[in-house]
């Protein structure tokens, strides 16, 4: 079946570090890519996406590209800010399937110290 | 309203007792998903709505679970005999449709469950 395995946390950083979160999949077929983020006390929010291989899911300054070729879609930021602090799960939904769920994986826990 | 929402934010239930979860999707949504979130499992896709009708119901556990959506709107899942295992954070979310799984999935700030 699908799964997402991502870097295991805690990552502590100190502010304007760059940051990886490592994620890769296993899909059949050709999956969209996700990556949503859980903010202290909030529920889930879409971060970015990519539909398709070579996409470049971009948003608040955090990019991932859709890597066919390693099956990744590994999740950066140049800069990181304190108000970044939060747990970020890469997630995965396949396509053609019929299968509508997202399949997460198990989240990494960042913490950005000033 | 403007986002997903759930109700009650937290429950606490005595081991053996029934318990309902309820979500208010976003309106206009076809599809409604359920997931929990716990902290050895990870997050789970439980069931999938589109419309009133569940085309996949692969996730749930057991069949002390279950689900109904109603009007094409609101979802309850229900616990009937509640176990300890079934404490986790029961998320839900909704989609403007579910061909394809590109379409973005908003979700509710959940619902803490603790079984006692």
């Known amino acids: 079946g699908d799964s997402v395995t991502q870097m295991e946390g805690p990552v502590t950083l100190s502010e304007e570090a760059f940051l990886t979160i490592n994620c890769t999949y296993t899909a059949t077929g050709y999956p969209s890519l996700f990556w949503y983020v859980q903010y202290p006390g909030e529920g889930l929010q879409l971060l970015l996406k990519a539909t398709k291989a070579d996409d470049k899911g971009s948003n608040k300054g955090f990019e991932a590209t859709y890597r066919k070729e390693t099956t990744s879609f590994h999740l950066e930021k140049g800069s990181v800010q304190v108000s970044d602090s939060a747990v970020y799960f890469c997630a995965l939904a396949a396509q053609g399937t019929g299968r509508r769920a997202l399949t997460f994986g198990s989240g990494t826990r960042l913490q950005v110290q000033p | 309203g403007a986002g997903v929402s759930q109700s009650p934010s937290n429950k606490v239930t005595e081991k053996g007792k029934d318990v309902e979860l309820r979500c208010d999707p976003i309106s206009g949504h076809t599809a409604l998903y359920w997931y929990r979130q716990s902290l050895g499992q990870g997050l789970e896709f439980l069931i999938y709505?589109?419309?009133?009708?569940?085309?996949?119901k692969s996730g749930l556990p057991s069949d002390r679970f279950s689900a109904e959506r109603t009007g094409g709107s609101v979802s309850t899942l229900t616990i009937q005999r509640t176990q300890q295992e079934d404490s986790a954070v029961y998320l839900c979310a909704s989609s403007f449709q579910g061909a394809g799984g590109q379409v973005e999935q908003f979700f509710g700030p959940g619902t803490r469950l603790t079984v006692l």
């Open positions: 709505f589109q419309g009133n009708s569940a085309p996949d």
